[in-house]
């Protein structure tokens, strides 16, 4: 190579990431033609890692601060290239950043229902949904499992993995425990721990820390929902025969509100007999199951005696119930 293509050729001086974009997890330093001088300055903002790629190896990597990039701060890359100690000519290697910061309120939920057994209903169909924070903690496993050599690397290709990893853990965290769904309910702080501990050991295969898991609400489809609401209504009522009366003395206003048919016309004229018949039965004392006693017969008056074999005659009698003598 003559001196003039040398004097052309473009050193980089000054290596840094400065993160226009909030969701890119991975950035590859564009390098084109360019080579690294030696002695450049290596700048790693907080939050960030910068991992030096020779030849498809890792060599390197740096944490936040300002570095010079010699033999002394490159020994993985000098040994893989064989530097002597006193080389400083410009080199070629690919540098990835990695950004470390905490990823807060990430959105999970079931999609469909998750079928689990439930201590209670017997087998549930439940859904659920919350959020989680994660970070990159070990950028060096997150290159080689996850975003290998992509120029940029953004989190919502990582995304689908996590939520479906969440919705497997909470789907086996139910399913082991054993508790019925309206316990479940009042202790998702508690819940949403026991998913965590299992999802951690998950996401760590990816270089991952989780650092949250919330579980924001548990629910049922909405058909067994209502079958929900309805037993906690009647719960609440208690009594089964005041209830179906209630809902009768309800229904009747309504139907007879509609103007068209024969149902109308009909409810129309009977509101006021069965209002009448449901108001004297709620106003008729209860019986509280004891026999009541019985008066005995008394007998009925007599005003008079018949004349042929003198047998006393009731008031009411026309003839002698004996002789069968007409009364005089």
Same mark, same amino acid.
């Given at each position: 190579?003559?001196?003039?293509?040398?004097?052309?050729?473009?050193?980089?001086?000054?290596?840094?990431?400065?993160?226009?974009?909030?969701?890119?997890?991975?950035?590859?330093?564009?390098?084109?033609?360019?080579?690294?001088?030696?002695?450049?300055?290596?700048?790693?903002?907080?939050?960030?890692? !910068?991992?030096?790629?020779?030849?498809? /190896?890792?060599?390197?990597?740096?944490?936040?601060?300002?570095?010079?990039?010699?033999?002394?701060?490159?020994?993985?890359?000098?040994?893989?290239?064989?530097?002597?100690?006193?080389?400083?000519?410009?080199?070629?290697?690919?540098?990835?950043?990695?950004?470390?910061?905490?990823?807060?309120?990430?959105?999970?939920?079931?999609?469909?229902?998750?079928?689990?057994?439930?201590?209670?209903?017997?087998?549930?169909?439940?859904?659920? &949904?919350?959020?989680?924070? &994660?970070?990159?903690?070990?950028?060096?496993?997150?290159?080689?499992?996850?975003?290998?050599?992509?120029?940029?690397? !953004?989190?919502?290709?990582?995304?689908?993995?996590?939520?479906?990893?969440?919705?497997?853990?909470?789907?086996?965290?139910?399913?082991?425990?054993?508790?019925?769904?309206?316990?479940?309910?009042?202790?998702?702080?508690?819940?949403?721990?026991?998913?965590?501990?299992?999802?951690?050991?998950?996401?760590?295969?990816?270089?991952?820390?989780?650092?949250?898991?919330?579980?924001?609400?548990?629910?049922?489809?909405?058909?067994?929902?209502? /079958?929900?609401?309805?037993?906690?209504?009647?719960?609440?009522?208690?009594?089964?025969?005041?209830?179906?009366?209630?809902?009768?003395?309800?229904?009747?206003?309504?139907?007879?509100?509609?103007?068209?048919?024969?149902?109308?016309?009909?409810?129309?004229?009977?509101?006021?007999?069965?209002?009448?018949?449901?108001?004297?039965? !709620?106003? /008729?004392?209860?019986?509280?199951?004891?026999?009541?006693?019985?008066?005995?017969?008394?007998?009925?008056?007599?005003?008079?005696?018949?004349?042929?074999?003198?047998?006393?005659?009731?008031?009411?009698?026309?003839?002698?119930?004996?002789?069968?003598?007409?009364?005089?």
């Amino acid at each position: 190579m003559g001196l003039g293509e040398f004097l052309k050729k473009q050193f980089i001086d000054v290596i840094q990431w400065t993160e226009a974009d909030d969701s890119v997890l991975a950035y590859r330093f564009p390098m084109r033609d360019m080579e690294i001088q030696m002695g450049a300055q290596l700048i790693v903002r907080e939050t960030q890692a !910068a991992v030096f790629v020779n030849e498809g /190896r890792i060599a390197d990597v740096f944490g936040p601060g300002r570095h010079r990039l010699d033999t002394q701060n490159l020994p993985l890359l000098t040994n893989l290239r064989h530097w002597d100690k006193l080389f400083e000519s410009p080199f070629k290697s690919d540098v990835y950043f990695v950004s470390t910061r905490l990823r807060l309120n990430q959105r999970w939920g079931t999609q469909t229902p998750v079928t689990v057994r439930d201590a209670e209903f017997g087998i549930a169909r439940i859904r659920a &949904y919350g959020t989680y924070a &994660y970070r990159i903690a070990d950028p060096v496993r997150f290159h080689t499992e996850v975003s290998g050599t992509r120029e940029v690397y !953004a989190m919502q290709e990582l995304e689908g993995q996590l939520r479906n990893l969440a919705i497997t853990r909470m789907s086996d965290t139910l399913a082991g425990s054993g508790i019925a769904f309206l316990d479940l309910a009042a202790n998702q702080v508690e819940l949403g721990e026991q998913i965590a501990k299992r999802l951690a050991a998950d996401v760590a295969e990816f270089g991952l820390a989780l650092e949250g898991f919330v579980v924001e609400n548990l629910s049922l489809p909405d058909e067994l929902q209502q /079958r929900l609401d309805e037993r906690i209504g009647m719960g609440i009522i208690g009594n089964n025969d005041r209830y179906a009366q209630f809902q009768a003395a309800r229904s009747i206003p309504v139907a007879a509100a509609n103007e068209g048919g024969g149902a109308g016309i009909g409810a129309g004229l009977g509101a006021g007999m069965a209002m009448g018949q449901m108001m004297a039965e !709620a106003l /008729r004392p209860q019986s509280s199951g004891a026999p009541q006693p019985v008066a005995p017969a008394q007998p009925a008056p007599t005003t008079a005696t018949c004349t042929a074999c003198k047998t006393p005659l009731v008031a009411a009698a026309k003839f002698c119930p004996e002789c069968g003598t007409k009364r005089a």
